[in-house]
C-alpha cells in the first residue's frame, strides 16, 4: 500500500471515538488487581514517542522516506496514545493507578534507542507483537463487557500497525541479504 493510503488510512481512524470503560462488573473482584497491574505496564508503554519521528524526519533524505510515510508514522505514534488512554481508563475502572515510569519501561526504552532510528523501529515492531498477543489474549479470555471490547478493538489496531512495520521493512529492505540481515536481528 503506498505511503498516501497509509496516511489517509491513518487520518481516517484518528476520528474514531474512544470506547468507554466505566463498568468492570463483569470482571471478578479477586483478579482485578493483577489485570490492572499488568494493564499499567502496557499503558506506560503505549505512551507516545514522538522523538523516533523528529529522528526520521532528520533522515528522511538519506532513507528516501516519504513526508507521506513521516505523517503515517506520527498518525501512527498518536494512535498509540489513544491506546494508552483507553488502557488509562482501564486501569483506573479495575481500582488500579497508572505508572509514571517502570524499570523495565526504562530498559526497553534505553534498548530501543541504542542503535539509532531503524533499530528503534525494529524494537518497536517487536513491541506490537507482543501487545498483539498480550491483547488478543485479553480479548479472547474475559467475559463479555466494556473492558473485552475495549481489548478486541487495541488488538485490531495492533495488526494494522504490523502491517504498516512490514511495509516500511519492505521498502527498505528491497535485496536478500539486507532481509537476511533483519531476519537474523529479529531472531535474536
Do not use: C
Not at 498516501?4 to 484518528?14: H, L, P, S, V, Y
Amino acid at each position: 500500500m503506498p505511503w498516501t493510503q497509509w496516511r489517509a488510512r491513518f487520518e481516517t481512524r484518528r476520528t474514531r471515538k474512544r470506547p468507554t470503560i466505566d463498568d468492570v462488573s463483569e470482571i471478578p473482584p479477586a483478579l482485578r488487581p493483577a489485570l490492572a497491574a499488568s494493564l499499567a505496564r502496557f499503558q506506560l508503554g503505549e505512551t507516545g514517542e514522538g522523538r523516533i519521528v523528529a529522528d526520521l524526519r532528520r533522515k528522511a533524505a538519506a532513507w528516501n522516506l516519504s513526508p507521506d510515510y513521516l505523517e503515517s508514522l506520527r498518525l501512527f505514534i498518536a494512535e498509540e496514545g489513544r491506546h494508552a488512554a483507553i488502557l488509562g481508563e482501564a486501569v483506573r475502572a479495575l481500582g488500579g493507578r497508572t505508572q509514571a515510569r517502570t524499570w523495565s519501561a526504562d530498559g526497553f526504552a534505553r534498548v530501543r534507542r541504542l542503535g539509532g532510528p531503524g533499530f528503534e523501529l525494529l524494537v518497536l515492531l517487536a513491541a506490537e507483537v507482543a501487545a498483539l498477543s498480550f491483547y488478543g489474549l485479553l480479548a479472547e479470555r474475559l467475559p463479555a463487557g466494556p473492558l473485552r471490547d475495549a481489548m478486541r478493538e487495541i488488538a485490531a489496531d495492533e495488526v494494522v500497525h504490523l502491517r504498516f512495520h512490514e511495509a516500511l521493512m519492505r521498502t527498505l529492505l528491497r535485496d536478500r541479504t539486507a532481509r537476511r540481515l533483519l531476519t537474523t536481528a529479529w531472531s535474536t
